[in-house]
């Protein structure tokens, strides 16, 4: 005997994983997989913000000033990020 569920939409009780009344998803392992997809597909489709358009068009950009000021502030996240992962790194292998 399998699991049953409950379907939220009809409350029809179920041993599949589709509601046999209304064709209602009920694993949910798919529907969390499939609320994910639609979250990463949301973000796809969304237009990216001011300051991303603003920085690819800096990396884009024949101008060489432009493009040397974004590299060097690139450069410099990274190694912003690099040592907070150290620092981060250390305070987690501290406890063990």
Request: proline share 5%.
């Amino acid at each position: 005997m399998g699991v049953e569920r409950k379907c939220p939409k009809c409350g029809a009780w179920n041993e599949q994983d589709v509601c046999s009344g209304c064709g209602n998803e009920l694993n949910p392992k798919r529907i969390r997989i499939q609320k994910i997809r639609e979250v990463q597909e949301k973000k796809y489709l969304e237009e990216p913000s001011r300051l991303e358009k603003a920085l690819e068009n800096w990396k884009q950009t024949k101008n060489p000033l432009l493009k040397l000021a974004y590299w060097i502030g690139y450069s410099i996240w990274v190694v912003y990020m690099a040592i907070l992962s150290f620092i981060a790194f250390v305070i987690a292998w501290g406890p063990g």
